[in-house]
Structure formats: C-alpha cells, structure tokens
C-alpha cells in the first residue's frame, strides 16, 4: 500500500509533515456529506469508527506516521487545486501529534 510506504518512508526521513491524498475532503462523519469532515484529531483511533473502504488505509497509516515521528498527518482532497499546499496549509483533516508529560510525542 502507498499510503503505509509513505508513512514509513516519512519516518525514516524525519519528515515533519505527511499529506496523503485521497478523492474526499478528508475523514467524513458521514460518507455521503462532506459538511461532515472531521477536521482535526490526535490519535487516529479517533477516526477509525468514521473510516471506511479505502480510507481505513489511510488512516492507518497516518497512525504508522506519527508512530514514527512525523509531527502532522493531512489526509486531504487531492482534487483540488493546489492540493498538498492547500493540505499543508490545513485543508482536509489533519491529525497531529502532542508532545506527553514528558515532553515527548505520544
């Protein structure tokens, strides 16, 4: 799977970010409404219940990224215009990582 190689290779790389594109605005709530994004998360269990098909991929491997030290996943549109500037710049859902008690990331 792309996605999970992507992921790997972020990691690998200490990349900061990681935008793996896809043919939907990003995680829906509901699949057929796509006012239903859910726009932020930081663990990807949390969108797992919402993932289906093919996104289920991507969003393990968006939890495989930040597993490995990537700092910010985008699983944005890759429709759109501009789509991994628009990704990076927080279009689509982004999950991110939060540093712990211990100042390193969960």
Known sequence: DADRLAATLAGALDAEALVLLTDAPGVLRDPEDPATLVPTATDHEELMPHAQGRMKLKVVAAGE??????????????????????????????????????????
């Open 65 to 106: 990224a930040l597993a490995r030290g990537v700092r910010t996943v985008a699983i944005a549109d890759g429709r759109r215009v501009k789509p991994v500037g628009e990704a990076l710049a927080g279009a689509g859902e982004q999950l991110r990582a939060e540093p712990n008690a211990a100042g390193s990331l969960a």
